[in-house]
């Protein structure tokens, strides 16, 4: 069975500094998927990593993922305002169509 | 370019009552389409997909119910609510060249 872990399910941060989000997963997969989700809404779709040694960036985030470890990182550069939201992973699990999902980083950056 | 929609955005609905969300997927054919449910503060637990359909899968024995009617239709039924059906409900629909998901607005059900 497929599972995703998150850590921390919970970050509060300063402005200005630098962190990082882990996702693990326990077994192969070469799909996953970052998402954000402000408070109250939808979930959006921030970075599709599909192959061992994928790097995305998207301003300040970047995501990247290693399917040997089976460990992707959301990292955060110099943490604005505007990024406090809930994160969530998720990992393909195409024997039956589904996205195996992480709990979700809740993450609040303080002024 | 495709595009999600769910209806309606809010309900509050009494317990025992009936409750039908409709979710409509535009601009691709023959998607795979989710319900999925998220507690206040959770995560999202997956209650049914479709790959076709007619085609139904439920992931949780519960009181909802799923039907695909035409090609780009999922509704999520129930005959009767319960408190615990409260929650938000999230449509999406399968990209398939990536398969990213992709999500509707929501609709945000409290039953009291």
């Known amino acids: 069975e497929l599972k995703v872990e998150q850590n921390p399910l919970f970050l509060s941060m300063q402005e200005g500094k630098n962190y990082t989000i882990y996702c693990n997963y326990s077994?192969?997969?070469?799909?996953l998927y970052w998402y954000r989700q402000d408070p109250g809404k939808s979930l959006e779709s921030l970075f599709v990593l599909l192959s061992n040694g994928a790097v995305k960036q998207e301003g300040r985030l970047m995501a990247s993922l290693d399917t040997k470890a089976r460990l992707s990182t959301l990292h955060i550069t110099a943490a604005v305002h505007d990024l406090s939201a809930t994160y969530f992973c998720?990992?393909?699990?195409?024997?039956?169509?589904?996205?195996?999902w992480g709990a979700g980083t809740k993450l609040i950056i303080k002024p | 370019s495709q595009t999600i929609h769910q209806w309606p955005a809010t309900l509050v609905q009494p317990v025992g009552s009936p409750l039908s969300l409709e979710c409509t997927v535009e601009?691709?054919?023959?998607?795979?389409l989710y319900w999925y449910r998220q507690a206040a503060g959770r995560g999202l637990q997956l209650l049914f997909y479709s790959v076709g359909i007619g085609q139904i899968s439920s992931e949780v024995p519960q009181n909802l119910s799923a039907s695909r009617p035409q090609d780009r239709q999922f509704i999520l039924s129930s005959k009767k609510l319960l408190l615990s059906d409260s929650g938000f409900y999230l449509c999406a629909w399968r990209g398939q060249n990536t398969g990213e998901l992709f999500f509707g607005e929501g609709s945000r059900l409290t039953v009291l």
């Open positions: 601009g691709t054919s023959n998607p795979n």
């Open positions: 077994t192969t997969s070469d799909r």
């Open positions: 998720a990992v393909g699990d195409y024997s039956n169509y589904q996205l195996i």
